[in-house]
């Protein structure tokens, strides 16, 4: 048995879903396929599959050795890269991951400039509000902003913070008024953002107090896009991350209120699966997001 074939073979059924959709990717029969894989559960004595005559399945072993097997194929890929383009102009491919609207606005202009610089190599910019798994899904950076580095088990590096903050329009302030102090909230009107992941609320800090306003909201959305544009169009206070509020700022057309209460930071982490072989294309990407990253406080 050629176990480097039958991994590969493993690795693809397993991405496929079945042995037909892994033997046309192989370009072999599904014949071929079943006896890779017949000889890779006898030379590991387990099941890696639960077949029936509709479905199929990993078996927790099974799931195991494909986690195992996607990271050995990837550090043999690398390993192999390495010594064959060590002196070459960076080519190849690279996933990249960031939260959706952080990826746009933050990261992909120095994504833009990395491709002007190197253009062999493909990128694969994955904007998500919901975490890739780096190993699974063959995530090669990813970055993500959270309260602390948000997976122990990955190599971490951080970038930098970012701030959220409570704004409103000068329109609204100029009808409601201007809150100096949390509790001087009640009247007031919020916008507020909510995912899966994170609760559509305030948390205000006041004199070592923690300060959780109760005060009706007219509009909660999923996109921070669209609690800026509610926000411009004066409809309430948001809690907004300065790095899309502060041209508004600049521009006249936003105001930041509660200073002293409402900041709230979050740090900014690069995260890459640990591995002893590092793609000079991916190290080139992670020194320049390193250095050029925007440093905001």
């Given at each position: 048995?050629?176990?480097?074939?039958?991994?590969?073979?493993?690795?693809?059924?397993?991405?496929?879903?079945?042995?037909?959709?892994?033997?046309?990717?192989?370009?072999?029969?599904?014949?071929?396929?079943s006896?890779?894989?017949?000889?890779?559960?006898?030379?590991?004595?387990?099941?890696?599959?639960?077949?029936?005559?509709?479905?199929?399945?990993?078996?927790?072993?099974?799931?195991?050795?494909?986690?195992?097997?996607?990271?050995?194929?990837?550090?043999?890929?690398?390993?192999e890269?390495?010594?064959?383009?060590?002196?070459?102009?960076?080519?190849?491919?690279?996933?990249?991951?960031?939260?959706?609207?952080?990826?746009?606005?933050?990261?992909?202009?120095?994504?833009?400039?990395?491709?002007?610089?190197?253009p062999?190599?493909?990128v694969?910019?994955l904007?998500?509000?919901?975490?890739?798994?780096?190993?699974?899904?063959?995530?090669?950076?990813?970055?993500?902003?959270?309260?602390?580095?948000?997976?122990?088990?990955?190599?971490?590096?951080?970038?930098?913070?970012?701030?959220?903050?409570?704004?409103?329009?000068?329109?609204?302030?100029?009808?409601?008024?201007?809150?100096?102090?949390?509790?001087?909230?009640?009247?007031?009107?919020?916008?507020?953002?909510?995912?899966?992941?994170?609760?559509?609320?305030?948390?205000?800090?006041?004199?070592?107090?923690?300060?959780?306003?109760?005060?009706?909201?007219?509009?909660?959305?999923?996109?921070?896009?669209?609690?800026?544009?509610?926000?411009?169009?004066?409809?309430?206070?948001?809690?907004?991350?300065?790095?899309?509020?502060?041209?508004?700022v600049?521009?006249g057309?936003?105001?930041?209120?509660?200073?002293?209460?409402?900041?709230?930071?979050?740090?900014?982490?690069?995260?890459?699966?640990?591995?002893?072989?590092?793609?000079?294309?991916?190290?080139?990407?992670?020194?320049?997001?390193?250095?050029?990253?925007?440093?905001?406080?």
């Amino acid at each position: 048995m050629d176990r480097l074939i039958a991994m590969k073979t493993f690795v693809q059924v397993v991405d496929a879903g079945n042995f037909a959709g892994a033997a046309r990717s192989l370009r072999i029969s599904p014949g071929a396929v079943s006896k890779h894989i017949s000889q890779l559960e006898h030379h590991l004595g387990v099941r890696l599959f639960r077949r029936t005559t509709r479905s199929m399945a990993l078996t927790e072993e099974g799931e195991i050795h494909a986690e195992q097997c996607r990271r050995w194929l990837q550090e043999l890929e690398v390993m192999e890269e390495t010594l064959r383009t060590q002196h070459q102009e960076p080519r190849g491919r690279l996933r990249v991951t960031a939260p959706t609207v952080f990826g746009r606005v933050r990261v992909m202009p120095l994504l833009l400039e990395y491709m002007e610089q190197y253009p062999m190599v493909q990128v694969q910019a994955l904007w998500s509000d919901k975490p890739f798994a780096l190993v699974h899904d063959s995530i090669d950076l990813a970055i993500r902003v959270a309260a602390s580095l948000p997976d122990s088990s990955m190599s971490g590096k951080l970038l930098g913070t970012e701030t959220r903050r409570l704004y409103a329009s000068p329109s609204y302030l100029a009808t409601f008024g201007t809150p100096h102090y949390p509790d001087e909230l009640k009247g007031h009107r919020a916008l507020l953002f909510q995912t899966s992941t994170r609760n559509a609320s305030w948390s205000l800090e006041q004199e070592g107090r923690t300060f959780v306003p109760v005060l009706p909201w007219v509009l909660e959305v999923s996109d921070v896009v669209s609690l800026v544009d509610a926000t411009l169009a004066g409809l309430g206070i948001a809690e907004l991350p300065e790095y899309l509020a502060e041209p508004h700022v600049e521009a006249g057309t936003l105001k930041p209120i509660l200073l002293p209460f409402s900041n709230h930071v979050q740090q900014v982490w690069l995260l890459q699966p640990s591995r002893h072989f590092v793609p000079r294309r991916l190290e080139l990407l992670r020194e320049m997001l390193v250095q050029r990253f925007p440093a905001r406080s």
